[in-house]
């Protein structure tokens, strides 16, 4: 029996969180969980939580600990089999109410993944970035293209940009990761927890990395 994988996907803006989800969902088999994702399909369903998030998405500023955490570990509870959480936690905050969570559940993560970017080049990431209408697919103009322009490779939708990747609204998202989402580093590594990725490295190379990375992490775990 496989030991349980409790993950989250921390890094910047533009990472390449959302990518390397999708890889690694695959390899581990593992429940997935974007807050960013739940949050876009609560604005497109205009649902209570849709119109509180919306305006603060669309200033890249962070949505309230008091909304987010309630819904994200509701979101969660499911995701008995462990689990890969990505855009969550944020805040020192949230990272205090996931741990208590996992602790009453007699659970604990297995690790932070932090995939690390320098700023100047999230920039040139997110405004090349085109995102599957339909199913959130992945794709970057320039150094991850799909195979016809502007349609999805897995289900032929259109291909979109994201509102908040206007330059000057990456910018302030940047600055919310440094001022609220940064200090996030430090206390993963103070519990043990951190993990570091080149982010700079090819899409596949990162992938290898952090698979070999969380194969040994099981691997440990069941000895
Ligand atoms: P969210 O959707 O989580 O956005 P984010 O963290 O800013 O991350 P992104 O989705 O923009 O980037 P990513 O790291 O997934 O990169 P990707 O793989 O797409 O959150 C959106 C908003 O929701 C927030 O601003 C906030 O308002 C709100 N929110 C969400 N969670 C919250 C929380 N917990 N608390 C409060 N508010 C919250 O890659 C980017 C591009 O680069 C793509 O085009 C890709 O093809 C390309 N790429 C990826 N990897 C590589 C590589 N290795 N080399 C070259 N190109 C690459």
Redesign the pocket.
Known sequence: MPSELNLILL?P????????AERLTQDFDLPYL????M?RAAVSEGTDLGKQ?EP??NE????PDEI?IGV?LEALGEADDGFLL??????VG?AEALTKALEERERKLTAALL?DVPDDEIVR??T???TCAKNGH???VE??PPKHEGVCDQDGSKLVQRD?DKPETVEK?LV?YHDKTAPLVGWFEDRGLLRRFD?T???TE?HDHIRATVATLRLEDEL
């Open positions: 890094g803006p533009g990472a390449g969180k959302g990518t390397q974007s807050t960013g994702n949050l998030a603060i998405m890249g500023g962070l949505v987010i994200t990505d855009g969550f936690p944020r805040t949230q995939i990431r997110l090349g970035r085109r992945v794709y970057h150094f991850d908040d998202r919310a982010g490295r090819s899409p990162v």
